[in-house]
């Protein structure tokens, strides 16, 4: 059974510009949610989709925006980027209805100079 | 303010030895708590989830233990490993369903031969 699914492992981008992020999840799974890591701040939850809705969003600016498929793959996208936005950006996927638990994937490793 | 703090921040034991790793919580309603794994530039799996019912919760050489009265869990790794070398991170969940996690900052755990 295939795991979570991040697409691109690692990604350098300019200030300014910006960035698309793929996750596919397990299949199945109908919950995706994305998260930002860094060292000072951790773990932070951006937003969660289920069934191509917007179910959850953390507080995050509006740059930072997400839409999922009829597939359940999801896609994060972050517009003029800013040197702060260099992290981790981790996808996770679950069943969706109850808190089984999240299966994370590899993440994305975003770098803007 | 929903809050999670782990103890210690970081930790250096010797293959072989065990350890024990804290988590203190102050999310309010509380759902469940679970211990993740994380090592370096990957993505966090899932060691153990805990509900309010259960006080011990064990995954081979991984045994966590809640008290809900006091709010606090603990992670106990036993005859350690080099592969345990990597990010524990503790994470509530204040709701069955979407998202309403709470993450803790993690502890880093070193194990040297």
């Known amino acids: 059974k295939a795991g979570v699914t991040q697409t691109p492992r690692y990604l350098i981008k300019t200030r300014g510009q910006q960035v698309t992020l793929s996750c596919s999840p397990i299949s199945g799974h109908r919950s995706v949610s994305w998260y930002q890591q860094t060292p000072g701040q951790g773990l932070q939850f951006l937003f969660e989709?289920?069934?191509?809705?917007?179910?959850n969003k953390g507080n995050f600016p509006g740059r930072f925006s997400g839409r999922q498929f009829s597939n359940s793959r999801s896609e994060m996208n972050v517009s003029t980027l800013e040197l702060g936005d260099s992290a981790l950006y981790l996808c996770?996927?679950?069943?969706?209805?109850?808190?089984?638990?999240?299966?994370f994937g590899s993440g994305t490793r975003l770098t803007v100079v | 303010k929903n809050q999670v703090e782990q103890s210690p921040q970081s930790l250096i034991i010797l293959e072989g030895k065990n350890c024990t790793l804290q988590?203190?919580?102050?999310?309010?309603?509380?759902?469940?708590l679970r211990w993740y794994k994380q090592d370096t530039g990957r993505g966090p799996v899932s060691l153990t989830i805990m509900t309010f019912s259960e006080n011990t919760k064990s995954n081979g050489r991984y045994t966590a233990t809640l008290d809900a009265d006091t709010k606090q869990s603990s992670l106990h790794i036993t005859a350690s490993q080099l592969s345990d070398s990597a990010s524990y991170i503790c994470v509530v969940s204040a709701s069955n369903y979407g998202q309403n996690f709470v993450f803790g900052p993690g502890t880093r755990l070193s194990v040297l031969p």
């Open positions: 988590c203190n919580y102050t999310v309010s309603p509380f759902s469940n």
């Open positions: 996770a996927s679950s069943p969706g209805q109850v808190d089984y638990g999240y299966t």
């Open positions: 989709y289920f069934s191509e809705t917007q179910r």
